[in-house]
């Protein structure tokens, strides 16, 4: 129950496609979702975090959609650019300080 | 300002010997996490610090690794004993508080037992 489950483990989209990276909980409790970018050889770097109270947050090209009744959330990048080319990890946290992380999704963005 | 700094970077060890990790925490922030990446896989939760107690030693895989903090600032991980299966990326990161403030992570310490 206090798994996160991540999806796909590796995406490969063209240059200016939409890059979606899903993440299902079954914690009830969980009321804070991370999702973080890491670079190789880098920690991971908070990307945007959304609360359950919203169904949609967007920063830039990041968009947070968020499905409290299947909970699952997603992460969308749009116009997704060569730089982007990271591991994007999804998180659930549930008022406290433990995060809950997926396994990662390895994006790979092409010119 | 500085981030979170890990050393070593790297640390080749054999099978058998202790190491320790160490985090310096950005300055000012009370809470401070350990995790472990292994290969392919998410972020697993270690140990927590509020200051200098560790509330949370629940994620530590085995007795064989230990953690402490002290002056409410740098952190070291130690694994006595060290096995192959420890080989993995230690990540440390720190908040300005428990809670949902954001946790900022360090470089992470590369762990290899040969």
């Known amino acids: 129950q206090q798994q996160v489950k991540q999806s796909p483990q590796s995406l490969i989209v063209q240059k200016g496609g939409i890059s979606i990276i899903n993440c299902a909980y079954e914690?009830?409790?969980?009321?804070?979702f991370p999702w973080y970018q890491q670079f190789p050889g880098k920690g991971p770097a908070l990307l945007i975090a959304i609360r359950p109270d919203v169904s949609e947050k967007k920063e830039g090209r990041f968009t947070i959609s968020f499905n409290k009744s299947a909970k699952q959330f997603s992460l969308h990048i749009m116009d997704s650019q060569p730089g982007d080319s990271a591991t994007y990890f999804c998180a659930a946290c549930s008022g406290t300080y433990k995060y809950i992380f997926g396994t990662g999704t390895r994006l790979k963005v092409l010119a | 300002g500085a981030g979170v700094s890990q050393s070593p970077s790297n640390k080749v060890t054999e099978k058998g010997k202790d190491v320790e990790l160490r985090c310096d925490p950005i300055s000012g922030h009370t809470a401070l996490y350990w995790y472990r990446q292994s290969l392919g896989q998410g972020l697993e939760f270690l140990i927590y610090?509020?200051?200098?107690?560790?509330?949370?030693k629940s994620g530590l895989p085995s007795d064989r690794f230990s953690a402490e903090r002290t002056g409410g600032s740098v952190s070291t991980l130690t694994i006595q004993r060290t096995q192959q299966e420890d080989s993995a990326v230690y990540l440390c990161?720190?908040?300005?508080?428990?809670?949902?403030?954001?946790?900022?992570f360090g470089p992470g310490t590369r762990l290899t037992v040969t």
């Open positions: 990161a720190s908040s300005s508080d428990m809670g949902r403030d954001e946790q900022y």
């Open positions: 914690n009830t409790a969980f009321d804070y």
């Open positions: 610090f509020q200051g200098n107690s560790a509330p949370d």
